[in-house]
């Protein structure tokens, strides 16, 4: 994905199907991953993650949700492609770090309860540890509240 795509207010291009670990870069790595979000989340995503990777989302649920290796990541993007609701991240930011391997992600989700066409906005950020172009932990606060609220007003209405 080039630079283009990252223009504030523009969504990323949809998912191509290419190798993703052909992405060496720590950012081109997390730009795949928002990418396939964007796309539609699958199981295939936790191919971007190294074997033993852990992600922690400290506001998933009370206490947190911690994942850890890749057969739980790919579960979770199992779950999450059965959501009731599609993620469109908009407005990235990807910023370095001293880090060579770490990059901080900013970015909002444009999201839409897909049983109720409800859209709602959720604004996240993600530090990325990338090694050998696998992400080797993640720790991603998205405000899960927010996203349960929108399909569950849904729900109710």
């Given amino acids: 994905m080039d630079q283009a795509s990252l223009v504030r207010g523009r969504p990323l291009r949809a998912w191509q199907h290419r190798r993703m670990t052909e992405a060496r870069d720590p950012r081109q790595v997390v730009q795949r991953l ?12 936790a ?9 922690e989302l400290p506001f998933a649920r009370p206490g947190g949700l911690r994942l850890e290796g890749r057969a739980a990541i790919r579960d979770h993007f199992a ?6 609701m599609r993620l469109v991240p908009v407005d990235v930011r990807l910023h370095p770090t ?5 990059v901080v992600a900013e970015y909002d989700y444009e999201g839409t309860a897909t049983t109720t ?13 990338v ?27």
């Fill in 131 to 157: 090694r050998d172009g696998r992400i080797v932990a993640s720790r991603d606060f998205h405000d899960h509240a927010v996203m349960a609220a929108a399909v569950r007003a849904g729900e109710a209405g």
């Fill in 117 to 129: 066409g409800r859209s709602f906005v959720v604004s996240n950020v993600q530090i990325v540890h």
């Fill in 79 to 84: 779950r999450a492609a059965q959501a009731p």
């Fill in 34 to 45: 928002l990418e396939g979000i964007a796309a539609g989340p699958t199981p295939a995503l």
């Fill in 47 to 55: 191919d971007l993650y190294d074997a033993d990777a852990v992600v």
């Fill in 98 to 102: 001293v880090d060579p391997e770490v």
